[in-house]
């Protein structure tokens, strides 16, 4: 799948660009995309090792690496408006959507989860990060979680 | 080349539903203005439910200096800057003589456990709370009593966030933030250079939430009362953090040995003995984070191995969601606190009137420094109330006694923080963003003062 990817990106000749121009470039986005899905997957993990044991150290866990997550989620926005104004990219509105949705599902849940006590987790703030953890899923399914397609590329 | 594009269409959407779903639910709340503070003053306050935050709320006073304005207090009675330039005073002590001990202090550097205790930082930041440390007690004498010191030295350096001062015998006892130490004191000292000796610990660092350690002698001086406050809003650092504290302990003077005294309450912040009956009573502050309305602050009687709530129930036997595991077993022990303050006040100084220099309707009762809210709309505190007492118990609502804390705008002048009374029988008051001691006198203290000294 990966090297499907790159061809899409790098190599496919499109109608009014010189592939010089396409080779030279590479989208920054897709090197930070899988850091927001990495955290908010092991927050979910902690929160799991916080409902069944109620230790305050797996809560911790679990805000930091939302909060961790919801920085990288700014820094991939970042990179892919990059992407877009210099990149000879458009967006992929469809798997961006998606993408935002799954963000800001994390940024309700970086408040729950900083609550004092149980309820910072159980059960609403444990939903919460089952539920974003599952849209990154069926994203890995669907392909690859980049924002973009090169101009001229097909969806 | 992609199998599962189908589907694409579908699942957004979806999640759409879910995100909207759970932003409605956690913003329905959001209308967060407090009630009436007076509805839950008094012996049976009323109690919302609880409501738990997405954001939680934040409104502070931003500090703004006094100039050469002073705190307002009701007919009959007058207020002055007793002396200025304090290092965020918190508490006050009057020794025998007269002296008066100022104990400027603040609280060891908080540790940062999750994203919210930087935020945290930043607010205390802006509500003038992280003064620096002067670590000092600064003493003060107006030998003639005509509320003027003469003199003011530097009675007591290189202590460590002290807050509670107990004299017994020829012995001054500081309580620092992790130690009671004790010092030789002779009448009319007016600075101590010996290093000292510690009688016992106290639960200090590494995290250290709530600092304040008050200090009450026991009557016949064998005894000393420690408030040590819990060292979290709700126990979110773990019950082993909270090994020995959110309790009242009482020390032996001779051995330092020491029991907790009370248990459950989460930060006892003032202490003193109720004149009639003889009986401890304390002031608590309690729980943040469950509503502009809960839980209220309260002023208590203390009974020996009782229990308060805290962190398992709030006002009696009120469950707090938010300990787990639950102790059904200790809640059903619970004690409902005597009197509530409402919300959010922050009751820090507490001083029973037992002076005669004030107008004869504040003779028995309770004087109380509300140092304010932080988490609450509209704010709530910011003054000094007298609760008056009857054989021994609160007979009546709490009166608003020094306000003008806040200005028109919202701003804290100063925030009252340490009560005593002089040895004239007047009010001192310290005031920890206004940096300053004010003292409450009669309106004809002239003639009050003359009479005593």
């Not at chain 1, 908010?40 to 797996?58: C, H």
């Not at chain 2, 003639?144 to 530097?154: A, H, I, K, M, T």
């Not at chain 2, 009137?353 to 505190?381: K, Q």
Request: charged content about 15%; proline content about 7%.
């Amino acid at each position: 799948m990966k090297h499907i990817a790159l061809a899409e990106t790098s190599f496919r000749p499109v109608a009014g660009q010189g592939p010089m121009a396409m080779a030279s470039y590479r989208t920054i986005h897709r090197i930070l995309v899988p850091f927001p899905v990495a955290y908010f997957a092991a927050a979910l993990a902690t929160d799991l090792a916080y409902w069944q044991t109620a230790e305050v150290m797996w809560e911790r866990f679990s805000v930091w690496l939302i909060a961790g997550g919801l920085v990288m989620s700014a820094l991939v926005a970042l990179a892919a408006a990059c992407d877009l104004a210099f990149g000879k990219q458009r967006p992929a509105w469809i798997r961006a959507l998606g993408y935002a949705v799954a963000v800001l599902l994390s940024l309700l849940n970086v408040f729950v989860h900083s609550r004092d006590g149980y309820t910072a987790v159980v059960p609403t703030g444990l939903m919460l990060s089952a539920i974003v953890v599952a849209i990154m899923l069926l994203y890995s399914v669907a392909g690859d979680w980049t924002l973009t397609y090169p101009r001229g590329a097909r969806p | 080349m992609n199998p599962s594009k189908i589907h694409r269409t579908k699942l957004p959407r979806l999640a759409t539903v879910l995100a909207v779903g759970v932003a409605s639910l956690g913003l329905a709340g959001c209308d967060d203005t407090g009630g009436d503070p007076r509805v839950q003053i008094g012996s049976n306050p009323a109690l919302p439910a609880i409501h738990q935050y997405l954001l939680p709320p934040i409104r502070i006073a931003r500090p703004v200096p006094w100039v050469n304005d002073t705190p307002k207090v009701p007919a009959g009675l007058q207020i002055h800057a007793l002396a200025t330039g304090f290092e965020h005073p918190r508490s006050l002590y009057v020794l025998p003589n007269g002296d008066v001990l100022v104990i400027e202090s603040n609280g060891p550097k908080a540790p940062v456990f999750r994203p919210k205790d930087l935020i945290t930082g930043v607010v205390q930041r802006l509500a003038g709370a992280k003064a620096s440390n002067a670590n000092r007690i600064t003493l003060l004498r107006d030998s003639n009593g005509n509320g003027v010191p003469e003199l003011r030295s530097v009675f007591l350096d290189h202590l460590n966030s002290p807050f509670g001062v107990a004299l017994v015998g020829h012995y001054l006892y500081v309580a620092n933030t992790d130690a009671i130490v004790r010092y030789p004191y002779e009448d009319g000292q007016t600075f101590i250079t010996d290093k000292g000796t510690k009688l016992t610990d106290l639960p200090g660092g590494p995290i250290d939430h709530h600092w304040t350690k008050t200090l009450l002698a026991s009557p016949d001086g064998s005894k000393l009362y420690v408030g040590v406050g819990s060292n979290s809003n709700i126990a979110e650092n773990g019950m082993e953090a909270e090994r020995e504290r959110a309790a009242i302990w009482e020390v032996d003077v001779a051995t330092g040995a020491h029991r907790v005294y009370a248990s459950g309450v989460r930060n006892p912040t003032g202490m003193q003995w109720e004149p009639e009956t003889g009986k401890l009573w304390a002031i608590a502050n309690e729980r943040d984070e469950i509503g502009p309305d809960l839980v209220p602050d309260y002023l208590t009687s203390v009974k020996d191995g009782g229990f308060y709530g805290w962190p398992y129930s709030y006002y009696g036997q009120h469950l707090d969601p938010r300990v787990m595991p639950q102790r059904p077993d200790l809640v059903s022990k619970a004690i409902k606190p005597d009197y509530a303050l409402s919300s959010h006040v922050a009751p820090l100084g507490f001083a029973m009137y037992t002076g005669s220099a004030l107008p004869a309707h504040y003779r028995r009762g309770a004087f109380v420094s509300e140092h304010g809210s932080w988490d609450r709309t509209p704010l709530n505190g910011y003054k000094v109330v007298f609760v008056p007492f009857n054989g021994g118990t609160p007979s009546g609502s709490a009166e608003d006694i020094v306000t003008g804390f806040l200005d028109q705008n919202g701003h804290a002048r100063g925030r009252p923080v340490g009560l005593a009374v002089d040895r004239t029988g007047a009010l001192l008051i310290a005031d920890d963003v206004g940096d300053t001691g004010w003292r409450g006198s009669s309106a004809t203290a002239s003639s009050a003062s003359r009479q005593s000294s």
